[in-house]
């Protein structure tokens, strides 16, 4: 069996490793720290599973690269692994193409569990995330939910959440506060947010902070 890991944290990668190589002694374990390396390994290669940072630098996130193995690779399930709480990324993982979802902390009681069911051809999903997945679908019509975001609106979402300024959020994210402006316009078109207040509230309530 060939396992290939994608974390961009060295002692995240080790831990796992540890892990699946007792679990699987005869495997094959490769990792990367990257979304590049990651993409351009699970592109021409042949691998039975693939676990993945939800958040990796440089280049694509690893919700995007998940996108693009799943395009081209579709039969290889992916584990998502996330800091992240599910209410933040589960359903976006989910509807990425991923097979699974583990916050970071559950990931040492859990991930040989997943890695069986998803090699079984099942999705891996917590009671936690189940709920999450469940509240996401029941809210499905409404205009408020944050799975209708994109990327990189998703991200000014959070930092105005926490209640950063346009221009805080400029030069934490290398952007003009004009891209800024046009990306937070967005974001309260799609979630008819009327200021920063609503959307403050719409976070706290989700406990998306």
Do not use: C
Not at 110 to 134: D, H, I, R
Request: glycine fraction near 4%; avoid cysteine.
């Amino acid at each position: 069996m060939r396992i290939l890991i994608a974390d961009d944290h060295t002692i995240v990668r080790e831990g796992i490793k540890m892990l699946l190589i007792e679990a699987y002694p005869f495997s094959e374990i490769v990792d990367v720290s990257d979304s590049q390396d990651l993409l351009r390994l699970a592109l021409s290669e042949k691998w039975d599973v693939i676990i993945s940072d939800i958040s990796m630098p440089p280049g694509d996130s690893g919700l995007e690269a998940v996108k693009k193995i799943k395009a081209n690779t579709p039969g290889v399930p992916v584990i998502m692994l996330s800091m992240h709480a599910p209410e933040q990324y589960a359903v976006r993982a989910m509807q990425s193409g991923a097979s699974g979802y583990l916050t970071k902390g559950a990931a040492t009681l859990e991930l040989v569990n997943a890695v069986n069911t998803v090699l079984s051809g099942k999705k891996y999903l917590t009671p936690e995330v189940v709920n999450v997945l469940a509240d996401a679908f029941e809210n499905n019509n409404n205009t408020r939910n944050v799975s209708n975001l994109s990327e990189r609106e998703n991200e000014v979402f959070r930092l105005l959440a926490a209640g950063k300024t346009i221009s805080e959020i400029a030069k934490q994210l290398s952007l003009s506060t004009n891209t800024i402006s046009t990306f937070r316009s967005r974001i309260f078109e799609k979630m008819d947010f009327h200021n920063n207040l609503e959307l403050i509230k719409y976070a706290i309530d989700s406990r998306l902070v």
